[in-house]
């Protein structure tokens, strides 16, 4: 053992099955005194090969990976080729359809700010509140790719994947732009479209502006690396 003692870790926030994180923050409390490098590299060598720690810092004994947290920010990843890619597949998901990236970022930006996102959230989603902010939401494609950029101070369960949801159905042309206010209007989940698959979604970055030790700004997937842009606000 890396501690030699009981440790009970606090994550920044929960990814569902087969979602991924490449920014993902943990805190644990500890008595022992270890160098930064002995709790990556020692860490690493206990977990298994699909999680792997990149860096720790010493921090203060207030500091709460998910309650110090002011925003999160996730990239949900489509693949558009009509023929599918032998590679990644469990990396991205694949929608053959005929996507209108500029109706899709055109459609989300009635997304942004602070609003009741019932109608985005899971049926099993236990926030006592439906209350969010978004702060940036951007979709664009590059080549096969469409990205779709979301940065929050929270979210819902499910919130980012039936948010995708609905702007691929937009996309595919079967709804129009003004389709995803209309449902944020109705606050009714049964309205929109189904969850997007858990496989194109990234967790990318946790914001912690008044903690210096925590590195600032996105750890983007490696296809991702010129794909999607570093927020300068991070």
């Known amino acids: 053992m890396v501690a030699d003692e009981p440790i009970q870790v606090t994550c920044a ?23 930064e490098r002995a709790w990556v590299k020692g860490t690493n060598a206990h977990l298994p090969d699909d999680i792997s720690v990149n860096w720790s810092k010493v921090v203060s004994t207030d500091f709460n990976a998910r309650h110090s947290a002011n925003a999160r920010r996730y990239a949900y990843v489509v693949y558009t080729n009509s023929i599918r890619s032998a590679l990644f597949s469990d990396m991205y998901t694949r929608d053959p359809r005929r996507l209108d990236a500029d109706a899709m970022h055109e459609a989300a930006q009635v997304l942004l700010g602070e609003n009741d996102f019932t109608s985005f959230r899971a049926s099993s989603c236990q926030s006592l509140t ?36 609905v702007l691929l159905d937009i996309g595919a042309g079967r709804f129009q732009t003004n389709w995803a206010g209309e449902l944020l209007t109705l606050r009714d989940r049964t309205k929109g479209s189904v969850t997007a698959p858990p496989s194109g979604l990234f967790l990318i970055d946790v914001l912690y502006p008044s903690v210096p030790e925590i590195p600032l700004g996105a750890m983007l997937p490696h296809f991702l690396q010129n794909i999607v842009e570093h927020d300068p606000e991070d």
């Open 13 to 35: 926030g929960r990814t569902d099955t087969g979602v991924h994180a490449t920014k993902q923050v943990v805190h644990l409390q500890t008595t022992k005194n270890r160098p």
């Open 130 to 165: 439906p209350m969010r902010n978004i702060h940036h939401l951007k979709v664009h494609r590059a080549d096969d790719l469409i990205v779709i950029d979301i940065k929050a101070n929270a979210f819902l369960h499910h919130m980012v994947r039936n948010i995708a949801g």
